[in-house]
DNA sequence: TGAACTGTTATTGTATACAAAACGCCTACG
DNA sequence: CGTAGGCGTTTTGTATACAATAACAGTTCA
């Protein structure tokens, strides 16, 4: 990729999670021209990104700003990315190969080793969690399902950064993954969706009850 | 919008839709710059949406390719968009308020004048088909809903324009889109999803058929 | 007092020039 | 012959200056 606007992308993201900046407070290109120490074309470029993202949003006058997930847009979010994520599970177990099979073993043996020490690392955990998934929709072999998912999963897990996951939680995820692990080998496309299923939906829960609870009517926001 | 860019945006939409460029053809930015009449920043912003909707592809080091949709990738758009707007129309089933629906009604009545007179008007035919299936995507009120599928269902329509539709696919679409509006009237989810599910299915094959027959491998290309 | 207008400032949009990178051809060398 | 390396050309990436537009504040007029 390209080496400017690449670093912008990066450098923003990095601001953004920093949580030196706070939801719906605005931004200028040349504040993040500043930061970022490039100038505002690659810049440009890097908020394009960040908006696919959700992570940036505009106003109506082209004006930037930090979004502002609510508890609604996160439930929104999690439900999109169940049903995607469950049919790439799906496809999957079609088509793993042992050699992917095993690779996958190896990434959720890592993700253990992450949790099961005194104290967990939840970076550590966060990544292998995300090359898990990554290696399932790769399996998936379908390109515009990955790039969809792309955009939906990064946003919450970077807006939110100060989540305590349990040390339970934490664990049940990597029972979830040896389940799917265990579905992948037996070809079983129905128990793979399943499991995935159970597994996003959990996090949901572990994820949104960090936030707040959801307001009485679903569409409060969206109308 | 601004002005610019939406004006490259659209031109160069109508050039790949136009026939003048052949899929896979290389394009380069500046070409696009002459062609629009604009400079090659409103260009490159263009073409990143065009890259999104998948029109146009970049290949390793950047360079800019006519998107070759083959078989397969429109088999896998097809089962993206029928998950995504399966799920939009039981959303909407749930939403929809009796002033939508009958707006609903009179879009596919529009869509039924388009048909029949003596030559159906394909064109007046298939952007009351857009709005009618974007009346229920808005119903849902699931914007990152709406964000997906908009950069799903266009390509298709743009990249094969040459196809004959015959006068019983355009009416069987408009008695689906009666079902449909029947099963919102009804407010019945499920129902509404499976005329959704049907519905697309059928557009699907009516629309592969006229590229080709399927590969033997599904997986041929994403390999 | 308040509502509309106008000049000022802040911010995004566009053009252009230049830098960096990739391609293709051609030559030199094994 | 075949292949590796170098050089001119093509193409994309970045910086910067300027243009257009939107927000803001201060002022005037009813």
């Known amino acids: ?7 912008a992308y990066a450098k923003i993201r990095a601001h953004l ?3 030196a900046v706070k939801a ?31 992570l ?14 609510s508890r609604n847009d996160i439930e929104e979010m999690f439900a999109l990315r169940q ?16 050699a992917q099979v095993a690779e996958l073993e190896a990434v959720n ?7 099961e020490q005194p ?20 399996a998936a072999h379908s390109p515009r399902l990955g790039q969809l998912l792309a955009r939906l999963v990064e946003a919450p897990v970077v807006l939110r950064t100060a989540r305590n996951y349990s040390l339970e939680d934490l664990r049940q995820s990597a029972r979830d993954h040896d389940e799917l692990i265990a579905a992948f080998a037996a070809r ?15 996090a949901f829960h572990t994820f949104a009850n960090t936030v707040g609870p959801a307001t009485g009517d679903e569409e409060a926001e969206a109308a």
């Open 83 to 98: 049903m995607l994520e469950c049919h790439a599970a799906e496809r999957a177990a079609h088509r793993l190969t042992q």
């Open 24 to 54: 719906g407070e605005q931004l200028t290109e040349d504040q993040l021209a500043q930061i970022t120490g490039v100038s505002r074309t690659p810049v440009r470029e890097a908020v394009r990104r960040l908006e696919d993202e959700l």
């Open 109 to 115: 043996h890592a993700l253990r080793a992450a949790i």
């Open 119 to 138: 104290v967990p690392d939840v970076a550590r955990f966060l990544e292998a969690n995300r090359r898990f998934h990554e290696a399932i929709i790769d």
């Open 1 to 7: 990729m390209s080496r400017a606007s690449d670093q």
């Open 17 to 19: 999670l920093s949580g």
């Open 188 to 202: 079983d496309p129905e128990w793979a969706r399943a499991v995935m299923g159970s597994h996003l939906r959990r």
């Open 56 to 69: 940036l949003v505009r106003s109506e006058s082209k004006r930037l700003f930090v979004a502002d997930w």
